[in-house]
């Protein structure tokens, strides 16, 4: 690793501050993504303003439907959250399956969609809820905020400080996990409001990130069900190819974890 | 360059590194505590695993800065009074071990399970639990059938004591 310079903010308008004060700075959250890239020497931050301890964002509040994250809150917090569990069971169990425990005891929600790594898990989640990214200074709506691989809405020097949704009527998350990494081969996240508004995101899969997918929302909203899905096709133009799975397995794949994810929507 | 201080097994010990350092590094060579093993150094194997608050993490993938001011556990801080901790003690029995290299990790990553899921723990869960953790010598079998006789152990004697 390179040499850099730590410092711990106290608060949101600390944690700026000293981000602007710094050259070539970073926020680092859990550090789970960021460390490791930096120890390959893949990342060289002049300096790191942490952000883990920031008392304003950490925890979950719920206000009847309305579901608030803190930017800090770990994987861990929201996956053993009873109130998500009861409002929101997906997102819990999309938490719980993140890394392993000692990733899910660090690594945070903020860190994650800040980084909108293209098969990371949470990105589909705030694109299928409709999540607002709340910052030191502007909310975003998920929709303009994941911009492409590894890249975002934000610009230099901003901080995700929590993320805010309504829990909706019916949501489900499936992956099917890369068998070394566990990092999504395809993730899709489905959500059915009360409505019957339905949006599918998803994740691991895009050539440009997370993405949401009309024909499936368009079948799921006619029906839900995973039958519902069996003439939907998705076009593997825009999907990644590597070692691990071509755009035609992806392809596939999108619509069989799509039928799993309304199928463990529809058993909450 | 950086002083940095926190709580390791009970004792408040403090030291310079650099900002970069290492929790992993910091615990092994300032305090030469060198329980802790670096396995992948890419945040996969697992046998780095301290726990920091309470709660198990991957010293070789968190700066000591980031420790500063908290309360660590290692392999070393589990056994008291010259007796091993059970979970240490379950390894032994079961043979929970082959060449040795990733028991640490192994060992703290089930006191932390067992923290978690108390007696209620089944061969599934704590082969799930174990996802972080990998055994090169793969003596997956005997680690799980000393996670499982440590929570039936501990969790027999909360019962017991309450």
């Not at chain 2, 059970?86 to 399970?113: E, I, R, S, W, Y």
């Amino acid at each position: 690793m390179y040499e850099t310079h730590y410092h711990r903010a106290s608060s949101i308008q600390d944690a700026v501050k000293l981000r602007q004060a710094a050259g070539e700075g970073k926020y680092l959250s859990g550090g789970m993504t960021l460390i490791p890239t930096m120890k390959q020497r893949l990342a060289a931050p002049s300096d790191l303003v942490d952000v883990r301890q920031v008392p304003e964002m950490k925890g979950i509040s719920v206000s009847g439907r309305t579901v608030r994250i803190g930017a800090a809150t770990t994987h861990f917090d929201v996956a053993s959250s009873s109130e998500l569990a009861a409002l929101c069971p997906a997102i819990s169990g999309l938490a719980s399956h993140i890394g392993d425990p000692h990733v899910r005891h660090m690594g945070t929600i903020g860190g994650s969609i800040a980084n909108n790594d293209p098969a990371a898990d949470y990105p589909s989640a705030m694109l299928a809820l409709d999540a607002t990214i709340i910052t030191d200074r502007r909310e975003i709506a998920a929709g303009d905020f994941f911009t492409g691989l590894f890249e975002t809405a934000l610009e230099d020097g901003e901080l995700v400080t929590a993320v805010t949704f309504e829990a909706p009527a019916k949501a489900g998350y499936q992956k099917f996990a890369n068998p070394a990494s566990r990092y999504a081969m395809t993730g899709v996240f489905v959500v059915r409001r009360d409505n019957g508004d339905v949006r599918v995101a998803v994740t691991g899969a895009g050539s440009n990130g997370v993405f949401r997918h009309e024909g499936i929302e368009a079948a799921l909203s006619a029906q839900w069900s995973p039958d519902a899905l069996a003439n939907v096709t998705v076009d593997p133009s825009d999907l990644l190819s590597d070692i691990h799975a071509d755009a035609t397995y992806r392809a596939n794949l999108v619509k069989v974890m799509a039928k799993r994810a309304v199928a463990a929507a529809r058993a909450d | 360059m950086a002083k940095i201080t926190m709580t390791v097994n009970g004792r408040q010990v403090s030291g310079q590194c650099d900002d970069r350092t290492l929790l992993v590094h910091f615990i092994r060579e300032n305090l030469g505590l060198t329980g802790t093993h670096v396995g992948c150094d890419t945040s996969q194997c697992g046998t780095c695993v301290v726990h920091m608050d309470g709660k198990s993490v991957k010293s070789c993938s968190t700066l000591a800065a980031q420790a500063a001011g908290s309360d660590i556990t290692t392999i070393e801080g589990l056994a008291a009074n010259g007796e091993l901790h059970p979970v240490q003690a379950a390894f032994k029995a079961n043979h929970g071990l082959q060449c040795g290299f990733c028991t640490p990790g192994m060992v703290m990553t089930a006191v932390d399970m067992i923290r978690r899921h108390g007696g209620q723990l089944d061969e599934a869960t704590v082969r799930a639990e174990l996802e972080g953790n990998i055994c090169r010598c793969t003596g997956y079998h005997n680690i799980v059938k000393s996670i499982l006789a440590a929570a039936a152990e501990m969790g027999g004697a909360r019962v017991a004591a309450e």
